[in-house]
């Protein structure tokens, strides 16, 4: 694996956005600055055309020295003098491959660089300042559901590393206490099961008088992620015990069948 620098990665307005927050939690900041950082993996050596090919598809976007915070964005408790530079990367969530970088991927591949394996890109934070922990400042912009935080440049390269051989298919024994044993699994595979999902489960695998799979857990955890919004917003409802004529989904498009005009999106 090697990397390709790109150019900024944030537009001012969405940097100033993160200049913010982060100052919140840290009043030492004085910069912050961002770029593309692009973790190329090859099934060899890239010869110098390669390289150069590769440096040309991955420069775009604004350039960097176009982008340089101004004046208004330094924090005046911090020093000039005092300040120290720490860089922190936010990269898709290890273990995952982003839309990004398949498509990116493929239009390698139809450029010629077949011996390109993958191309990801990670978000690279800059900040200049004082008393600045990179792994707080990371975990306050990157999302914890679909993003990880990088302090260490060595670790770069878990992000596009091989998963390996897909693990066997597991069973959950649930045993005499189903509730706990899937509270813990749901701990363990990251599955974010609510205490009524958890409910469930122990019913209705009690009903089919087996164990579950590690697999089946999982699918039901996404399902229940992905489809939330239509389960829950569709769902009847009560307000002190009255039930609602309208879901919540329905209360939701009436501001726009009330008013459709001039809506460009709903």
Not at 85 to 114: M, N, Q, Y
Request: aromatic residues 6%; neutral net charge; hydrophobic residues 45%.
């Amino acid at each position: 694996m090697f990397t390709v620098l790109g150019r900024a990665a944030l537009s001012p307005s969405r940097r100033a956005r993160s200049f913010a927050k982060l100052q919140a939690i840290a009043p030492g900041l004085a910069m912050l600055d961002t770029r593309w950082a692009h973790l190329v993996v090859m099934s060899r050596e890239p010869t110098p055309d390669e390289q150069r090919q590769l440096t040309h598809m991955l420069t775009y976007g604004p350039e960097v020295a176009d982008m340089t915070p101004s004046g208004a964005m330094i924090s005046a408790p911090a020093t000039v003098a005092a300040a120290a530079t720490t860089t922190f990367w936010i990269a898709p969530r290890i273990g995952t491959t982003s839309p990004w970088s398949s498509k990116a991927t493929d239009i390698a591949h139809v450029c010629g660089l077949e011996a390109v394996v993958r191309i990801e890109r990670v978000l690279a934070y800059t900040a200049t300042g004082v008393a600045l922990v990179p792994a707080t400042l990371g975990a306050a912009l990157a999302d914890r559901m679909t993003e990880t935080v990088i302090v260490d440049p060595a670790h770069l390269e878990r992000v596009v590393a091989s998963a390996g051989e897909p693990r066997p298919l597991a069973t959950v024994a649930l045993g005499s206490d189903p509730a706990r044993v899937l509270r813990e699994a749901s701990t363990r595979l990251g599955l974010a099961l609510a205490d009524d999902e958890i409910g469930y489960l122990a019913r209705r695998y009690g009903e089919l008088r087996r164990d579950p799979t590690d697999v089946e857990l999982m699918m039901f955890a996404q399902a229940n992620s992905e489809h939330c919004r239509h389960k829950i917003f569709n769902a009847s409802w009560h307000v002190d015990g009255a039930p609602q004529v309208q879901s919540l989904f329905e209360l939701i498009k009436a501001s726009t069948a009330a008013s459709p005009t001039g809506v460009r999106s709903a």
